[in-house]
């Protein structure tokens, strides 16, 4: 059963940083591609970040670009995601995702990924 599971959530104040973590077992996890939503109380789903398997591509939603960075440690079957400068319109509850084989086209559209974790809920304020 593949199971994400995120952490690192929390209660940050504007300008901090916080780094989320997301563990995938039960699937090889090289072989999958891994991105970052989020959910603000009344909107969408909204895509964050995403990571090709191979490690060697990001991309980045326009509101987080420059200030949030995904990475990847294959041999822990972890996934991170690297949130700084935070501001108030972060706050949501971030959602870790994974699928074998997005095509590039797709990697921003939730509907492309079949599994997900519970999510995390990060607040921004002071």
């Known amino acids: 059963q593949v199971q994400p599971v995120e952490s690192g959530g929390g209660l940050v104040q504007p300008g901090g940083s916080l780094r989320l973590s997301c563990e995938l077992s039960?699937?090889?996890?090289?072989?999958?591609?891994v991105a970052w939503f989020r959910q603000a109380p009344g909107k969408g789903r909204e895509f964050v970040a995403a990571m090709r398997r191979s490690g060697g591509h990001t991309y980045y939603g326009d509101s987080v670009k420059g200030r949030f960075t995904i990475s990847r440690d294959n041999t822990q079957n972890t996934v991170y995601l690297q949130m700084s400068s935070l501001k108030p319109e972060d706050t949501a509850v971030y959602y870790c995702?994974?699928?074998?084989?997005?095509?590039?086209?797709?990697?921003?559209?939730?509907?492309?990924?079949?599994?997900w974790g519970q999510g995390t809920q990060v607040t921004v304020s002071s």
């Open positions: 039960g699937l090889t996890f090289r072989g999958y591609d």
């Open positions: 995702a994974a699928h074998r084989g997005v095509i590039l086209s797709a990697l921003r559209d939730d509907r492309s990924y079949n599994f």
